[in-house]
């Protein structure tokens, strides 16, 4: 029987039974996906496993308890497996859905939508009886090279975090953990368990930490997984000011923080940092931690919160089962097409040839492996073996009907002396066919865990095959899958251009509503696509070398640079066609200025001014007039997903709390509502502004730099209230009127030294170091009252 004071809460009591050796294996994991129970006090074990878009449940090492994954070589090894593959690498799976995976899932913009997700994944690890799912994983797309971008939604923190909480919630509420993951700045797979992501402090805080403060805050997971990475030269596993200082002091987590597996290289210092599982099972790690507690190296104060934080885990997971819980594999499958369909991008559509038209086509003609082999999810320890998978060329063929001869070709193969072959085959079949859809997708293999791609192309050979058949039939659709952006040097060949990204078991099925009109596609991209390799804005920082990664752009990632620094891009970020189409009007805010607490609405009405329903999802940025700090041209603030029929005008609110619109001031060491102007814009994407709004954000304390001793006084003279202060401060300390201090002031204002230096050098005035002090803290507390 479980232990009553386990069941209660009484995590002290409990803790205080337990042995040193029982303390260290609850904190060390047993196997593979399991917590370690001790039967001794009647605490039993939980079970975990991997998914963010499907449960990977195997067989052998959880319901055998089969022990792996101890070598930490062969973990290593086995990880970029191929999707296919997946059964070499975890032994017999279970069959479970595989829904459209994060790069796909987040195109939908639908919160509700990953709210399902969450829910849906719920019902299978109850029927399963998986406690923990280690997921959603919101790894900021920094470059679309990265392996694992294909789990994580956006290269923006504001999808990521919103779109996350919103999986979690739908996972908790139904009795299953959600783990957060990779915390932090796990963004390439390059060197992934020593590689330093060196990222300066600001874009820390606004870019790559700013999603999980989001999903945190708002979901409240049960556990936050550590990233194998090290951050800023520490061990991302073995962080303090990370996993404690950020995540628990100030953003008030009070869960579990777990280790990606074999993460931790040093044992004692991640509990000492506030990392309380160790995962998976290490005898070595649980020796060395051992030995640290009866050393006295480890506090054994810091070791019984660990176990207090596992137990809790344990609590909310044994009280939340539900197992007489089951699945409906159809209907989960109906919901995988569903969310395809949701999420699938209408990148190009030139003249209108999609959706395909049935009283005027006769023949179509699929070209591509993929139309019946369709890739559908990436490579590594998220992979799902799925419950059924449709073939797209089987259900084009079921909505063209009988009347609609609809032919298959290869056109290409990885043996060139056979490509040549298929492809002359294809070139003749296209000839008069009414439309041609291509299917091609990146290389397989370069598309998940422990190893990022090396190029934005799509698999060899597939971009000439585009360009060749454009040359015999004109009416080209292509359909891409891909872990991320791609380069797409034949766009122009194509009228159409489709991205499905990795959509899941039911992909075939979505891709074929959505070409025949049956849904009307709405998705959007949540990530840039560039038109060169050399566009990115990590370029020429990644991926570093000699075990240190530069994040050289700042907060200038993915749109922020593209925008700001005016690049092209071949696709920008929020793009996404519909077969209607819609209007923007009537902007207004219901205040026209902004201060620190409050919370501003913006309206705007949206119509659809085409022949058909559809959905449209439309973003607000905000953008600035005269920052004091450097600033994007425009940032995400907040999106909605509205459907129309033809003709329906709606009105949409959006709100947007001041809090969004803070900057982190790396001199403060916080965010700060700064004193501007405001643009808010709403627009269809971040290149497509539809209207404008101006407020102004009202923050006067935030109009000057913070003072120190060595400001120059330029920036004294220019801030009423610091001048203020220094010229009440010359004429104690001088003995001299206000006229006199402010003609000392001005003299000093060419000085490019340090104020009081200044002072020094030019009036041979020097001044007791504590009442320097002293004024310091009077003039920046003075600051921070303006009101």
Known sequence: MTNEKLMKGEFSALIAEM???????????????????????????????????????????????????????????????????????????????????????ACSWDLGLARELGEALARECQEFGVHLLLGPGINIRRTPLGGRSYEYYSEDPLISGDFAAAVISGLQDNGVGASLKHFACNNSEMERTTMDSVVEERALREIYLKGFERAVKKANPWTVMSSYNRLNGVQAAENKWLLNDVLRDEWGYEGMVISDWHGIKDRPASVIAGNDLDMPESETRKAELLEAIETGSVDIGLVDRACARVLQLIRLSKLNERRVAAFDRDRHHALARRMAGESIVLMKNEGSLLPIDLSKTRRIAVVGE??????????????????????????????????????????????????????????????????????????????????????????????????????????????????????????????????????????????????????????????????????????????GENGRHLYSEGILVGYRWY???????????????????????????????????????????????????????????????????KRPVRELRAFTKVWLEPGERKLVSLTIPADDLKVYDTARKAFVLDDDAVDVQVGASSRDIRLSAGIRTVAPHTRYRKIDWDTQPIFILSNPIARAKFNAFLCRQLAIGEAEADRMLDHCANSFIGVFTTFDRRFRKAFPKEDIAALLVEVNEAMERAV
């Open 19 to 105: 042995t040193t050796n029982e303390k260290v294996a609850l904190l060390g994991g047993h196997h593979m996906w399991k917590t370690k129970a001790i039967p001794r006090l009647d605490i039993p074990n939980i079970v975990m496993t991997d998914g963010t878009y499907g449960v990977r449940y195997s067989i052998p090492q959880i319901d055998e308890d089969e022990a792996g994954g101890q070598d930490f070589s062969a973990f290593l090894s086995i990880v970029n497996q191929r999707a296919d593959d997946i059964q070499i690498t975890w032994g017999k799976i279970k069959l479970a859905t595989c829904f459209p995976n994060g790069t796909s899932m």
């Open 563 to 629: 925008d700001t620094a005016n690049v092209e891009p071949l696709f920008p970020f929020g793009h996404g066609l519909s077969y209607t189409s819609f209007a923007y009007s009537d902007i207004r805010t219901d205040r026209d200025t902004l201060a620190d607490g409050e919370t501003l609405t913006v309206s705007f009405t949206i119509e659809n001014t085409g022949k058909l329903a559809g959905k449209e999802i439309c973003q607000v940025y905000t953008a600035y007039g005269t920052p004091r700090l």
């Open 370 to 543: 993929a139309a019946g082999k369709p890739v559908i999810q990436g490579s590594g320890c998220a992979t799902t073996l799925p419950t059924s998978v449709d073939s797209p060329i089987d259900e084009i063929r079921k909505l063209a009907g009988e009347g609609v001869q609809v032919d298959w070709y290869n056109g290409i193969s990885e043996v060139d002396s056979e490509s040549q072959a298929l492809q002359a085959e294809a070139i003749l079949g296209i000839k008069d066919a009414d439309l041609v859809v291509v299917f091609v997708s990146t290389e397989v293999g370069y598309d998940g865990e422990g190893s990022d791609r090396r190029t934005l192309d799509i698999a060899p050979g597939q971009d000439e095959l585009i360009r060749t058949l454009s040359r015999t039939n004109r009416n080209i659709a292509v359909v891409v899958a891909s872990p991320d952006a791609v380069v797409m040097p034949w766009v122009n060949h194509a009228k159409s251009v489709v991205e499905v990204f990795f959509s899941g078991q039911a992909m075939g099925g979505a891709i074929a509503d959505v070409l025949f009109g049956k849904v009307n596609p709405s998705g959007k991209i949540t990530t840039t696509f560039p038109k060169r390799i050399e566009d990115i804005p990590a370029y020429l920082s990644y991926p």
